[in-house]
């Protein structure tokens, strides 16, 4: 796969969530004020843009993911963030078992498997969003794979108040109350996350992010 049919790729797949977003917002205003569906309207309304938002990382994120290992780039030249990823299934083995031949055959299986190219476990693809992708969640996913996240910084306070009002309403809260203002600003931080996030991955296909630096430079 070259990086311009990895760009078409993660463009369709934003194309399809924005759509889904168009039909929430349309429901969402179905119903004028003072309806008495419009509260459970807004509800879903915030329930879905929530679950488009967490749809759309988990693909973006295995669609890179299946970039990166159809580079066939060797071990020993892969940015150690995603050489690290790659070895989860490994480290989880270790803390089960960190005996002194459970930690030998760890480090003589990573040296056997240097110049290997790099792949990934199907649970490594799977993207773990831990059901509840708080930007802390999502900051940390874009440390794991190498992604710059400077660009996601700003929508902090957003992406978490979208996830908390979700999590109430999901949890039954009859209390809980949501505005049109609310339904729209969660929307539109859905929208501009979609694309911050495509620039991100755009930008690591682009720099090669994926490689470590001594090795970008000889590429």
Known sequence: MDPQEFKTQLANLADGRLRNLKYVER????????????????????????????????DALQQYLEFVERQNVPRMDVNPCLLAY????????????????ARIKFARARADEAEHPLRFSKGEREIDTRSNLLFEVLDELATTLGLDRASLT??????????????SIAHGNRAETVTVVEVEESLHCVRALF??????????????????????ASA
């Not at 911050?196 to 720099?207: F, M, N, P």
Request: charged content about 25%; proline content about 4%; glycine content about 4%.
């Open 154 to 167: 700003p929508y902090k306070q957003k992406l978490n108040a979208l996830v908390r009002k979700r999590n």
């Open 27 to 58: 429901v969402s205003s179905e119903f004028s004020e003072g309806h008495i569906l419009r509260p459970m309207a807004n509800a879903m309304a915030i329930a879905m843009a929530y679950a488009q938002f967490e749809g759309y990382v988990k």
């Open 195 to 216: 694309a911050v996030i495509e620039s991100c991955l755009h930008a690591a296909v682009d720099d090669r992010a994926y490689l470590r630096e001594g090795s970008r």
């Open 86 to 101: 790659s070895w989860g299934p490994a480290f989880r083995a270790l803390r089960t078992n960190s005996s002194l031949n």
